[in-house]
């Protein structure tokens, strides 16, 4: 079976959902304006407790260094992020979230939350429940490709 366009549907749902995010955040204090790229980062520090180099946001990413040190950069001057020593290297720093970038997360994760709510009201439990599945799906087939990559 042919899939039809799936990917093209799959990159205007994802400008759709960040269009109308930036949309309904742009009256909040203190913005909420973050990219898809720095909630990303955001994401990977989040759940590292020491921190991350910027070579490990990159790789797990599948982004270059450079284009993770911008927006490494950018966000510890929006004041997110911070830069700590590394404890086992002292010429490294790690990147870690600060306060303001734990409460800024959450506070997208809430907002997310809701618009994806509101983007499928209307769509009966099962059907939702298969779309996650289906995206899971996807996850894991990437998983499965880069495994098969690495070996040939």
């Known amino acids: 079976m042919k899939t039809p366009n799936v990917w093209m549907k799959l990159f205007q749902a994802t400008d759709i959902i960040r269009e109308l995010h930036d949309r309904e955040n742009r009256g909040e204090r203190p913005p ?19 921190g991350c180099s910027v070579k490990e946001i990159a790789d797990r990413l599948g982004i270059t260094r450079g284009a993770v040190s911008q927006i490494v950069e950018k966000m510890v001057r929006k004041g997110p992020l911070v830069r700590v020593p590394d404890e086992k290297d002292r010429r490294a720093v790690r990147i870690t979230l600060s306060r303001d970038g734990l409460e800024r997360h959450k506070r997208l994760i809430l907002s997310f939350g809701k618009l994806t709510e509101k983007l499928l009201e209307g769509v009966p439990p099962e059907k939702i429940q298969i779309f996650a599945e289906v995206l899971d799906h996807l996850i894991a087939s990437k998983e499965k490709i880069q495994k098969q990559e690495t070996k040939q």
């Open 32 to 50: 909420l304006q973050t990219t898809l790229a720095e909630a990303k980062v955001m994401g990977c520090v989040l759940f590292s407790p020491d």
